[in-house]
C-alpha cells in the first residue's frame, strides 16, 4: 500500500481540472511589474534606475545579505518606474514596473532545449550558482535555495527528499512539470544530491498522479540512489514534517528542523529551476503556474514570466467568469485571497484559482460544538479549538504553552469545523502575537 | 429514649465550642495584616476594573495608592480629580491634577470617502483582517471597522456605525481608560485633552502614505501639504511622516486650520457654528 | 471593477459538516430505536417522544428570544436531539406535563443557564431525566411492559425492569438462579422485549444507530468501547468470583440504559472529553460507575448517574490529559 502520514489529516475534493492539460507558454505580456521581495528574507535592492533598458535575464534586483534572494528581469524592455504594487501579499510592496519591448535574452543563457545530464559544477559552484540566479523553493513558502543547500558545519545530510505531493486541491503545476521535464528534473536532483553530498533522494509523490509517479520512475531508474515513492492520498501531505513522517517515519522534533535528523527537503519545481540554473545558466524568471477554477472556460497550465500579472492568465484561459467571487493565489486551503487581477506572478505562485461566489462565501459562525474535528485532523496532534479560544481571549502565555507556535496553518481545523468558525485565523493572530512576545523577550 | 435529645444538644454544643476554638487560632495564625486605608480607597473607586490605571483592577490601584510615596504618575481616569482628591485627603497626600482626556478615531475614511476595494470575509476581528492585508479599501492605516474597539470598551462608550463602517465614541460615556487604544491594531485612537465644552479639533486620519496614494485611497486624507502648518499661529502642528498632528496641549482651537485643509481631514467638534463668508459681507456691507 | 472580490485568511474552501447535518445525522440514528419502541409500547412512544421534542425546541425558542433576546437557533437541531434522547430515558406512560417539567429542566436549567449550545457541562437530556427521578419516582419507575402494539397510553400494563427484578430479588435474599429464571431471556433481552425506558430496550436498534453513527464518523468508537468494555470486564470479574450472587455481563450490557447511554448520552459532543486519551478514561470511568452503583448502590439503574459524574471531570481531563503531539517527546536513533 502507498504510504502516508499517520495521524490526522483530510481529503478535501481533489478538483484537479487541469492534471492533463500541457505546459503552454504564456505570452509576454506588455508590461510586467516585478515585486523586489519575492522570497522569505531581505527584499532585495534595485540596482536599475527609469528609463534603463533591460534584457530577459539581467540582474534588475541584489538580495540583501545571506537570507535574500537576487531578482532577475522577466523580459526585456525600458525600466518605467519603480513604484509600490499591492501584490500577492496583501500589502504594498515595492516593485519594478517594465514596459516590454520584444524579447531579447542575455547571451549567456543557454536556449537549446538539448537535456545536458553532466554536472561539470563542483559543490560550492553550485550553491553560487542558485544564489545567484535567484532561486527559491517553489512550493510557496520561498525560502532561498542556496541557504537550504548551505549545510552549517557540524551538521550532516544523509537524505533528500524531493517533494513532489502536491496535495492542495485545484494545483497541477508540478504534476504536469513532472509528466514534461522528468529527465531536467531528475538532474536537477543530482545537482542537489552532488552539492548537499547524499547518496540517497527520495521522491514522493502521491498515487493521484499515475502518470507522473511513472514518468519520474523511469528516468529515476537511469540514476543510482534515487527512488521514487507512491503516497496515499491526503492533505497535508506536502507539509515538510509530514512528508518526512510519511516517507522515512521519522518526526522532526519539536522546535527543530529536518537538517537536525540529517533531512533536507525540496520541491520538484525548485529541482527544475536548479536544473536550469545549473546546466542552462538560465536564472529564476520563469514558471509553472495552474490556472484553474470551476467556471473557467479553459482552464491549463502555463509557463509564466515572473511580474506577469494574473489577469493575463486569466485572459488566456477563457477570461474573467462573471461569477467570479474570489481570487486565490496558490491553493484553496493554504494560498492568499488577492483583491485585484493586477496582481504579478512571483517566484512562489503556483497557481490561481478562481472561485465562484456561492464557493467563496464564509458561513455563519456558530457556537463551539466541542466535537474534537479539528483535533482529530490536526496532524500535529494538537488541539486547535483550545488554541483559538486563547487567541481570541488574548492569553498569549497559555497560548504559547499550548504550541500554538508549531502550527504550520495547513487550514485542516477550519476545514471540518462543522460550526463554522474561523478557527485557523485565531491561531496565525494568536502565532504571530507569541512570537511577537517572543522576540521580544530573546531583545531583553 | 428520653436521653436522646439532651445527648444530641450536649454533643453538638461540645463540637460547636471545639471548632470555635480551632478556629480562633487559626484566625490569629493566619491573620494579614492590611492597611485599612486599602479598603477605604477601594470603596472611593470606580469599581470598572477597567485597567486604565495601568493596574489590574480597582484593588490593585488602591494597594498601589497605599504604598506610593508621591501620588505623582498614579492617576484614575475614570474618576478623575475628585477620586483623586478623596484618595489623597486619606492618604494625607495631595492628588496630582491630571487633565481629564478623552478618546479621538484618527480615522475618517467612510465608505463615503474611501471606495472599498473588496470584501473581507474573514472573521470579524481587526487583528486578523490587519494581519492580513491593506483591509478592504487601498488605505493601509486607516480603520477596518469590525469593532475591536467597541469590543474593548468596558463602558459602552464607542458604537459602530454601520453606514459609514467606523466606530463613533461618546463624548459623555468615554471615560479615556485606554483600553480602545490598546485594541486597535492600527493605532488610529488616540487619548487627547478635553477642551471646554467638549470641543475636539484633530487630524482625523493616520495615513503615513505619500499625498498621491493616500489621496487616491481616501478622499479625506491627510496629504502632508502642510498647508495647516504655515496658518497655525500657535505653533501646535507637526508633519511627520506625511501626517500633520495637532498638539492638543498647544492649540487654542482657533479652526484656521480646519478651512485650509484641502482634502478636509481636520475635524472640529461642539464648536458654534460658523458664520458664513457670504453672511459675514452682507453684515458688513448692511452695517 | 464592477464587482468586488471576497478576502479572507486561508483555508477558502470548507468541508461538508455542518452543525446541523451532525445533529440530523444524530437524530436519524435514533430512528431505529424510536421505530422499536412503538413496535413495542404503542402511541405511548410517540406521545412521550413528541411531547419531549415539541417542549425541547419550544423552550429552546422562548428562552432564545424573550429571555435572552439573543438569535434564534433551534433549527441547528440540538434541541431535537435533546427531546428525543429525553424520551427515550423515559416510561411510555409518563404524564404530560411531567414530561414539559423534564424539558424545562433539560432545555432550561442545563442547557440555557450555561449560555446554550456548547457551554453546558452536564448532558442536558440527563439532567432532565435524574430531575424526573428525584422529583416523580414512581411515575418514573413504573415501566409498561412490552405488549406488542398497543393503544392504551397511562393505563398501560406495568411490570419492573429486569435490573429492578435483580435488584429488589437480592435484597429481599432470593437466590439469582431463581431470579434469573423470572426476567426475559438474552434473545428477547437483544431485541427489547422487556420492561424499561422506552428508549433504551432494544439493543439491535441501538446497535444499529451506533453502526450508523460510526460509519458517518459522527463520533469515535473510543467512548462507546470503553464503557462497554468496562462494564464487561468488572461485571466478569464480579459474576466468574460469585456466579451465584452476580448476574453474566451479558446481561448487564443488555439491560437499562447501558448502550444508549453508551451510544448516544456519554458520546454528546459538548459534555464529552476531546481527545482520544481522555475519551477512554472518560469511559471507563462511566463503566465502573454504573457497575458500582448497579450492583452495591441504591438504585437498580446507574447509567444516567455515571455519565453525570464523569461529565463533571471532563474540563478537567481537557486540561491534564493531553493528546502526545507530533515530534514530542521522540528520541530518533
Redesign the interface.
Given at each position: 500500500m502507498f504510504k502516508t502520514f499517520p495521524?490526522g489529516g483530510?481529503h478535501?475534493p481533489e478538483l484537479k481540472l487541469t492534471g492533463s492539460a500541457p505546459i503552454l507558454y504564456l505570452p509576454v505580456p506588455e508590461t510586467v511589474t516585478i515585486p523586489v521581495s519575492q522570497h522569505i528574507g531581505a527584499p532585495a535592492v534595485p540596482l536599475v534606475s527609469k528609463g534603463d533598458y533591460v534584457k530577459t535575464g539581467q540582474l534588475i534586483a541584489a538580495g540583501q545579505g545571506f537570507v535574500s534572494s537576487n531578482i532577475h528581469s522577466s523580459v526585456s524592455g525600458k525600466i518605467n518606474k519603480i513604484d509600490?504594487i499591492?501584490d500577492s501579499?496583501?500589502?504594498?510592496q515595492s516593485a519594478i514596473f517594465i514596459d516590454v519591448e520584444g524579447d531579447e535574452w542575455i547571451d549567456s543563457i543557454d536556449r537549446s532545449s538539448e537535456i545536458i545530464r553532466e554536472i561539470k559544477l563542483t559543490t560550492p559552484e553550485i550553491i553560487k550558482r542558485c544564489q545567484e540566479s535567484g532561486i527559491v523553493g517553489m512550493g510557496g513558502a520561498a525560502f532561498p535555495s542556496h541557504v537550504k543547500l548551505a549545510i552549517p558545519s557540524g551538521k550532516n545530510c544523509n537524505i533528500l527528499i524531493i517533494n513532489g505531493v502536491e496535495c492542495e486541491?485545484f494545483l497541477t503545476s508540478d504534476h504536469r512539470l513532472m509528466v514534461e521535464k522528468a529527465a531536467e528534473i531528475i538532474t536537477g536532483v543530482s545537482i542537489l544530491m552532488k552539492a548537499l553530498n547524499v547518496d540517497n533522494a527520495m521522491i514522493g509523490i502521491e498515487a493521484n498522479k499515475p502518470d507522473a509517479i511513472a514518468c519520474m520512475t523511469e528516468e529515476a531508474s537511469l540514476v543510482r540512489g534515487i527512488s521514487v515513492h507512491g503516497l496515499k492520498v491526503k492533505y497535508p501531505q506536502g507539509a515538510e514534517?509530514q512528508l518526512i513522517?510519511a516517507l522515512t517515519n521519522?518526526?522532526?522534533?519539536?522546535?527543530?528542523l529536518p537538517l537536525d535528523?540529517g533531512i533536507v527537503v525540496q520541491n520538484v519545481a525548485t529541482a527544475f529551476a536548479i536544473y536550469e540554473a545549473v546546466q542552462k545558466n538560465k536564472p529564476l524568471f520563469e514558471r509553472v503556474v495552474t490556472i484553474t477554477g470551476k467556471s473557467l472556460t479553459n482552464p491549463g497550465n502555463y509557463f509564466v514570466r515572473t511580474g506577469t500579472p494574473i489577469v493575463r492568465l486569466i485572459d488566456a484561459a477563457g477570461g474573467l467568469p462573471e461569477d467570479?467571487?474570489?481570487?486565490?493565489s496558490?491553493g484553496?486551503?493554504?494560498?492568499?485571497?488577492?483583491?485585484?487581477t493586477g496582481v504579478p506572478v512571483v517566484k512562489g505562485t503556483s497557481g490561481i484559482?478562481l472561485?465562484p461566489?456561492e464557493?467563496?462565501?464564509?458561513?455563519t459562525?456558530?457556537?463551539?460544538?466541542?466535537?474534537?474535528?479539528c483535533?482529530?485532523v490536526c496532524?500535529?496532534?494538537?488541539?486547535p479549538?483550545?488554541m483559538m479560544a486563547l487567541a481570541?481571549r488574548g492569553l498569549w502565555e497559555r497560548a504559547e504553552a499550548s504550541?500554538i507556535t508549531?502550527c504550520m496553518?495547513c487550514?485542516?481545523c477550519?476545514?471540518?469545523?462543522?460550526?463554522?468558525r474561523?478557527i485557523?485565523?485565531?491561531i496565525?493572530?494568536g502565532k504571530?502575537t507569541v512570537n511577537k512576545l517572543k522576540r521580544e523577550r530573546n531583545a531583553k | 429514649m428520653s436521653l436522646t435529645i439532651p445527648l444530641t444538644i450536649l454533643s453538638l454544643s461540645l463540637l460547636a465550642f471545639v471548632s470555635a476554638v480551632i478556629l480562633y487560632f487559626v484566625a490569629q495564625k493566619f491573620k494579614v495584616i492590611e492597611d485599612p486605608r486599602i479598603d477605604e480607597i477601594q470603596a472611593i473607586l470606580p469599581a470598572a476594573n477597567c485597567g486604565g490605571c495601568g493596574f489590574a483592577g480597582c484593588r490593585n490601584f488602591a494597594e498601589a495608592l497605599v504604598g506610593a510615596d508621591t501620588l505623582e504618575n498614579l492617576n484614575c481616569p475614570v474618576g478623575g480629580i475628585a477620586v483623586m482628591t478623596a484618595a489623597g485627603n486619606i492618604l494625607g497626600k495631595t492628588a496630582p491634577v491630571f487633565d481629564p482626556l478623552i478618546a479621538v478615531i484618527k480615522c475618517n475614511g467612510t465608505a463615503e470617502f474611501r471606495s472599498r476595494t473588496s470584501n473581507y470575509d474573514g472573521a470579524p476581528d481587526c487583528r486578523i483582517a490587519h494581519n492580513l492585508y491593506i483591509g478592504d479599501t487601498d488605505c493601509s492605516y486607516g480603520c477596518l471597522g469590525n469593532g475591536d474597539c467597541v469590543r474593548a470598551c468596558t463602558f459602552n462608550a464607542i458604537n459602530m456605525d454601520y453606514e459609514t463602517m467606523l466606530p463613533v465614541i461618546m463624548d459623555n460615556k468615554c471615560v479615556a481608560c485606554g483600553l480602545c487604544v490598546k485594541a486597535c491594531p492600527r493605532n488610529l485612537i488616540e487619548l487627547r485633552k478635553r477642551a471646554k465644552k467638549e470641543k475636539k479639533l484633530y487630524v482625523a486620519c493616520s495615513s503615513c502614505g505619500k499625498g498621491g496614494t493616500a489621496r487616491k485611497a481616501c478622499k479625506v486624507a491627510c496629504i502632508a501639504c502642510s498647508k495647516c502648518l504655515q496658518i497655525c499661529e500657535s505653533g501646535a502642528i507637526t508633519i511627520n511622516n506625511y501626517l500633520a498632528y495637532i498638539d492638543a496641549k498647544k492649540c487654542t482651537l482657533c479652526r484656521k486650520c480646519v478651512t485650509e485643509c484641502p482634502t478636509g481631514s481636520i475635524l472640529e467638534f461642539n464648536f458654534p457654528p460658523r458664520k458664513l463668508k457670504s453672511e459675514l459681507e452682507t453684515a458688513s456691507i448692511s452695517g | 471593477m464592477s464587482n468586488l472580490f471576497n478576502i479572507s485568511p486561508s483555508p477558502h474552501t470548507h468541508g461538508p459538516e455542518t452543525t446541523d447535518k451532525l445533529m440530523r445525522g444524530v437524530v436519524l440514528a435514533l430512528i431505529p430505536a424510536l421505530l422499536a419502541s412503538v413496535f413495542y409500547f404503542g402511541t405511548g412512544a410517540l406521545i412521550v417522544t413528541a411531547t419531549s421534542v415539541i417542549s425541547c425546541v419550544g423552550f429552546e425558542y422562548l428562552i432564545q428570544r424573550f429571555i435572552l433576546k439573543k438569535p434564534v437557533s433551534i433549527t441547528d437541531g440540538s434541541a431535537v436531539v435533546t427531546g428525543i434522547l429525553l424520551a427515550f430515558n423515559l416510561p411510555s406512560n409518563l404524564p404530560v406535563f411531567i414530561i414539559i417539567i423534564g424539558s424545562l429542566v433539560a432545555i432550561g436549567i442545563a442547557k440555557m443557564t450555561f449560555g446554550g449550545l456548547g457551554n453546558n457541562p452536564f448532558n442536558p437530556a440527563l439532567v432532565g431525566r435524574v430531575f424526573l427521578l428525584i422529583s416523580f419516582p414512581v411515575q418514573m419507575t413504573t415501566w409498561p411492559l412490552p405488549k406488542g402494539f398497543q393503544t392504551g397510553y397511562i393505563d398501560a400494563l406495568t411490570g419492573a425492569t429486569p435490573l429492578a427484578v435483580i435488584k429488589e430479588g437480592i435484597k429481599n435474599g432470593e437466590s439469582l438462579v431463581n431470579l434469573m429464571e423470572k426476567i426475559p431471556s438474552t434473545l428477547r433481552m437483544f431485541l427489547g422485549n422487556m420492561g424499561g425506558s422506552m428508549g433504551e430496550v432494544a439493543a439491535i436498534a441501538l446497535l444499529i444507530g451506533f453502526a450508523y453513527l460510526l460509519f458517518k464518523k459522527i463520533i469515535t468508537w473510543h467512548i462507546p468501547v470503553s464503557i462497554i468494555g468496562t462494564v464487561a470486564v468488572f461485571t466478569g470479574i464480579l459474576w466468574l468470583s460469585n456466579p451465584g450472587s452476580f448476574a453474566d455481563p451479558l446481561f448487564h450490557i443488555l439491560t437499562g440504559g447501558l448502550l444508549l447511554g453508551a451510544i448516544f448520552m456519554a458520546t454528546d459532543y459538548v459534555t464529552s472529553p476531546m481527545n482520544p486519551k481522555a475519551m477512554i478514561i472518560y469511559g471507563c470511568g462511566i463503566g465502573l460507575l454504573t457497575v458500582v452503583i448497579r450492583v452495591w448502590g441504591a438504585y437498580p439503574e446507574g447509567v444516567s448517574f455515571a455519565i453525570l459524574i464523569m461529565n463533571a471531570f471532563v474540563p478537567l481531563m481537557n486540561l491534564y490529559i493531553k493528546p502526545k503531539r507530533f515530534g514530542e517527546e521522540i528520541k530518533n536513533g
Open positions: 495521524s483530510i478535501p509600490t499591492i501579499t496583501g500589502y504594498r486541491p514534517k513522517k521519522k518526526e522532526v522534533p519539536h522546535g527543530k535528523l467570479t467571487g474570489k481570487i486565490i496558490g484553496p486551503m493554504m494560498g492568499k485571497a488577492v483583491n485585484n484559482v472561485v461566489l464557493d467563496a462565501k464564509r458561513e459562525i456558530k457556537p463551539c460544538i466541542r466535537c474534537a474535528k483535533s482529530s496532524s500535529f496532534n494538537q488541539e479549538y483550545l481570541e504550541g508549531d496553518e487550514g485542516s477550519s476545514y471540518v469545523c462543522p460550526a463554522n474561523p485557523l485565523d485565531y496565525r493572530l504571530s | - | -
